[in-house]
């Protein structure tokens, strides 16, 4: 299982803030957005939330073939073509892979008083990606929250900016009750962090860390 884990990462790729490219069968995408140049194709593009950021309409279009699935939380998908809309909490099987879509939402980062960036009756929702016996945790844009308690993954892609999302303390701990095997830090070093963040989170994680060069 140790060379399956080490093979899955080696196909991760991060093109930065919180888009990724997983090379697996099938070609999985999540969150894609300002893509340049000549990019793989997607079998299965899976959109968070609906922030521009997240959810590009333009960007997911560049990656669809004529049997792309495109899955994507509610608000999220009534901005795409032909997308399935996918509550917090629900399942689906696609090409042999098993997605849950799982809550992704603020408890304490705020717009303006009483006001979150991502309120939990949002729907946002973050995503495990079940695969080959594995299975690949991508938070989305959320803050540590009780249900990450509940959540088994082998790989956690977590958020650590602190700005509209967890801190790195705070996704030490989201790392914490995860007990994820890997951690791949992302949400930093485009529009918001820095691009120190990640190892400034690797040197605190007592576990292993794959810190990504962002492949622009």
């Not at 892609?157 to 951690?183: C, D, F, H």
Request: charged share 20%; net charge negative.
């Amino acid at each position: 299982m140790e060379s399956k884990l080490k093979d899955l990462v080696s196909r991760l790729h991060w093109l930065g803030h919180d888009t990724f490219r997983l090379d697996a069968d099938p070609t999985i995408w999540f969150d894609p957005w300002k893509l340049r140049g000549p990019q793989t194709p997607a079998d299965l593009i899976l959109v968070s939330h609906d922030h521009f950021d997240h959810c590009s309409p333009d960007d997911v279009d560049k990656l669809r073939g004529p049997q792309t699935t495109v899955l994507a939380s509610a608000p999220a998908a009534a901005k795409l073509r032909g997308a399935r809309a996918m509550q917090p909490g629900s399942t689906v099987t696609v090409r042999g892979v098993t997605i849950h879509a799982v809550p992704a939402y603020n408890v304490n980062k705020f717009r303006a008083p009483g006001l979150l960036f991502h309120p939990r009756e949002a729907g946002g929702v973050g995503w495990i990606v079940e695969l080959g016996g594995l299975r690949v945790y991508f938070a989305g844009d959320t803050d540590h929250i009780p249900e990450m308690k509940t959540l088994r993954c082998d790989v956690a892609l977590l958020p650590i900016s602190g700005t509209y999302v967890m801190t790195i303390q705070e996704a030490l701990e989201a790392a914490k009750a995860l007990a994820p095997r890997v951690v791949v830090p992302m949400h930093y070093g485009d529009i918001v962090g820095y691009e120190a963040d990640g190892g400034m989170f690797a040197a605190s994680w007592s576990g292993w860390t794959q810190v990504l060069e962002p492949e622009r």
